[in-house]
Structures are given as structure tokens and as C-alpha cells.
Nanobody, 125 residues
Framework: VQLQASGGGLVQAGGSLRLSCAAS????????MGWFRQAPGKNREFVAA????????YYADSVKGRFSISRDNAKNTMYLQMSSLRPEDTALYYC???????????????????WGQGTQVTVSS
């Protein structure tokens, strides 16, 4: 399984960005999928995720109401629509996938076996 994240960039506070994560190597709908982010000097933190079935979504409290996760199984692509961006959203954003439905916990990085390379999001004040 390979994941390719894209869509990051520099945006002013209050602006929007849409990140994409293209997956290859296996049927996309078989994955639990998530977005994480890591700012310099901080631990990787959970942002949003889809359950295996795709029927449930999960969000960190810090992004609820501002970010929206979605997926297009036909394109093997997951998206993170980010709105009302804040300087504290600045980080390297990673997409991740899990094929283990037994032990998957949306917000736990170690629950994911596959990771993309990250895409930088910088929000200026």
C-alpha cells in the first residue's frame, strides 16, 4: 500500500485548503483511513479519520466544525477540507491507512500500518 499526500501550502488565517491522499496497492474501501499532523517539536496528533465501513467519521476537538474528511473510493482518494484555518494548524500533515480492523483505533498513530510522506500546511497570521 502506498499513500501520496498533496495539497499543502501557505495560506492566511481564515483561509481554506484541501488536502488529498491518493492510495494504491489495494482496494481503497478496505482501509480505515486517517489524517494526522505534526508541528515542529510536538508529537504527531490526530486530526480526522474514517472508520473501516466509511460510515463513521472522527475528528479532534480542535478541528471540529472547521475540517471535513471525505473519501472517493472510485478514485482511491481521501480528502481533508480545511476551513477557517488558524496559525496553530501549521504542521506537516500525514495521511495513514490501516488494514487491521481488529485493533484499529482512529486517534492512535500506532493503529495505522501505512503512512504517506506528509504535506506542509503553513497558516500565517
Amino acid at each position: 500500500v502506498q499513500l501520496q499526500a498533496s495539497g499543502g501550502g501557505l495560506v492566511q488565517a481564515g483561509g481554506s485548503l484541501r488536502l488529498s491522499c491518493a492510495a494504491s496497492g489495494r482496494t481503497f474501501s478496505s482501509y480505515g483511513m486517517g489524517w494526522f499532523r505534526q508541528a515542529p517539536g510536538k508529537n504527531r496528533e490526530f486530526v480526522a479519520a474514517f472508520s473501516w465501513s466509511g460510515r463513521s467519521t472522527y475528528y479532534a476537538d480542535s478541528v471540529k466544525g472547521r475540517f471535513s474528511i471525505s473519501r472517493d473510493n472510485a478514485k482511491n482518494t481521501m480528502y481533508l477540507q480545511m476551513s477557517s484555518l488558524r496559525p496553530e494548524d501549521t504542521a506537516l500533515y500525514y495521511c495513514a491507512a490501516s488494514l487491521d480492523d481488529t485493533n484499529w483505533i482512529a486517534a492512535i498513530p500506532s493503529s495505522y500500518e501505512y503512512w504517506g510522506q506528509g504535506t506542509q500546511v503553513t497558516v500565517s497570521s
